[in-house]
């Protein structure tokens, strides 16, 4: 079961930029989705992530965590902003592995005990998140006049990397005490939350306008019912 969750998840980037390259993708479509994928992974990252860790871990402590989590997501954004500007195609595939490491970590991590019905709503926003994500960033390289096949090596590659995320987060910490699990689920949703704030939802609004809102709310509400059927 995990192997299948990663590699759906994984192979949304690979689909996603073979359909920037090569389909046609409405800006508004586009930032509908990426908004409704950020408002399905605030309900993922509250319910799969904080409130377990809550269990087996102080509100301090597990506070500390998910701080250290968004200023270290946010540090590393920052740098890797001013490193690559100017250069579209580096910096956006950078930023986007960024984003997904704390995100597959966190979906290897809350697999383990777990059949994946209990982690459908954050598997599932994940892959919503990646699907407009990849095409978007494909595209924009396409138009940096970067080849094709060299765009889909690179995407394939992050897809690569992001799947070895989730499952080192699985089975390298199979055998970790609770408190540690759950201060490193902590982390990975601080570094999520920040990359909301400062890639998706930024991202949705500037290409659906108003129409943000009610696609962030609709994603809240699918990954709450998701949750709900999965007993989460």
Do not use: C, H
């Not at 597990?62 to 968004?70: K, Q």
């Amino acid at each position: 079961m995990l192997f299948l969750t990663v590699a759906v998840v994984s192979a949304a980037l690979i689909i996603g930029a073979a359909w920037g390259l090569w389909g046609k993708l409405p800006k508004g479509l586009e930032g509908f989705m990426v908004a409704m994928a950020g408002g399905a992974l605030m309900v993922s990252v509250t319910i799969e992530l904080i409130q377990p860790a809550l269990q087996q871990t102080s509100l301090i402590e597990l506070s500390v965590a998910v701080a250290a989590g968004a200023l270290v997501f946010t540090g590393l954004d920052w740098w890797i902003e001013k490193q690559t500007e100017g250069s579209e195609g580096a910096g956006l595939l950078l930023a986007i592995t960024l984003d997904g490491i704390p995100e597959n970590l966190a979906l290897g991590v809350a697999l383990i005990g777990a059949g994946v019905p209990e982690v459908a709503a954050l598997a599932g926003s994940i892959l919503l998140s990646n699907l407009p994500e990849a095409a978007g960033g494909a595209k924009e390289m396409r138009e940096g006049e970067m080849g094709r096949g060299r765009i889909m090596w690179l995407w394939t590659g992050t897809a690569l990397i992001l799947a070895a995320a989730a499952i080192i987060g699985n089975f390298a910490l199979a055998g970790v005490d609770d408190e540690v699990l759950a201060l490193i689920r902590g982390f990975a949703a601080g570094a999520v939350t920040a990359s909301l704030a400062t890639e998706v939802f930024p991202q949705a609004f500037r290409e659906e306008r108003y129409g943000t809102g009610v696609a962030v709310t609709l994603g809240l509400l699918i990954a709450f019912a998701l949750s709900t059927l999965s007993g989460g």
